[in-house]
């Protein structure tokens, strides 16, 4: 019972590893002849002879599957190649003096098909990298801001109103700077996602291995969250302190910390200012660029 627990439990991390990861890389991939039985080595020869075009994209098309993010995608990919290839290798068309048209229609056909479900696999790889990294960063900044009021209690650090709102503000800012970098490469994927799953090669555009894939869009995931939240926060600091004063500030926070009525009314102005302001600055760089480029200016010209 211990072993089957056990390894129950080595499944169940080898599945979620290749969630994220995809599957392991085939350290002995095959080749398209290593597919074809010795009494068709023959017809395969004459394969090449009448449809080299379509051989090398099936060749090159093999290769791609046995790279596939996913195990089943490749164990499919393989069961299909192999089955068109030997439909092709036994149709009693192929030995003819010319290259049979339906015969090159089937594997022009069986070709764009294996292409397509390739490009669902890349596609496939792109989005889980990014959802992981996405989910990477937030945990990454959610976590120090769950625990960073226990540990300021710890030190015997108190806060007053204008402090806390101050420290809140900021929070409210980034996190929504975090969130619009989110949408924005969600945004440039959705209107450049075949780019993303090609780089340039000796001047074409060549296809890039899923798990490549994955692992450079997690990577650029965590880095557009930190960095929308860097922007944000500095978007923050800067009209804040009044460095800026391109924005009308509606609500300040000796507005929110003002002991009359108009604290609850300037309190929702606050939140909402600062939270567009930082979604702004995180969805639109060159924007927060430019404010923090024109921060510094004002420091020098003041200096």
């Known amino acids: ?5 056990g390894g129950n439990r080595q499944d169940w991390r080898e599945r979620v590893w290749e969630t994220i990861e995809g599957a392991g890389t085939d350290l002995d991939p095959q080749g398209l002849m290593d597919l074809v039985e010795p009494e068709l080595r023959d017809a395969y020869m004459q394969f090449g002879r009448s449809f ?6 099936l060749q090159s098309l093999y290769g791609e599957a046995q790279r596939a993010f996913e195990e089943k995608t490749r164990q499919s990919l393989r069961t299909t190649v192999r089955r068109v290839l030997r439909n092709v290798l036994r149709d009693q068309r192929l030995g003819g003096p010319e290259p049979d048209k339906y015969l090159a229609a089937y594997l022009e056909r069986e070709i764009l098909r294996i292409r397509v479900r390739l490009d669902q696999d890349g596609e496939l790889a792109v989005n889980r990298g990014l959802n992981s990294g996405f989910a990477l960063g937030m945990v990454l900044l959610i976590v120090p801001l769950l625990v960073g ?3 300021l209690g710890l030190c015997d650090v108190s806060l007053k109103c204008t402090d806390r709102w101050s420290l809140l503000g900021a929070l409210v800012c980034g996190g ?4 619009g970098a ?5 945004t440039r994927l959705r209107n450049s996602g075949d780019q993303l799953m090609r780089r340039p090669a000796n001047g074409s555009r060549e296809a ?13 995931g965590v880095h557009r969250v930190f960095l929308g939240w860097l922007l944000a926060i500095a978007v923050y600091l800067l009209l804040g302190s009044g460095l800026v004063t391109v924005i009308e500030i509606p609500a300040g926070i000796t507005d929110v910390c003002a002991p ?3 604290a609850d009314s300037a309190g929702t102005a606050f939140w909402g200012f600062w939270g567009a302001i930082g979604f702004l600055a995180g969805f639109n760089e060159r924007w927060a660029y430019g404010l923090v480029g ?5 420091r020098k010209g003041s200096g």
């Open 1 to 5: 019972m211990g072993d089957k627990s």
């Open 52 to 57: 080299p075009e379509e051989q090398l994209h």
């Open 149 to 151: 009021e226990k540990l």
């Open 176 to 179: 929504a700077g975090a969130f």
């Open 182 to 186: 989110v949408l924005s490469v969600l």
């Open 208 to 220: 890039v291995p899923p798990g490549q894939q994955a692992r450079a869009m997690r990577r650029g």
């Open 260 to 262: 009359d009525g108009r």
């Open 294 to 298: 024109r921060g510094a200016t004002s």
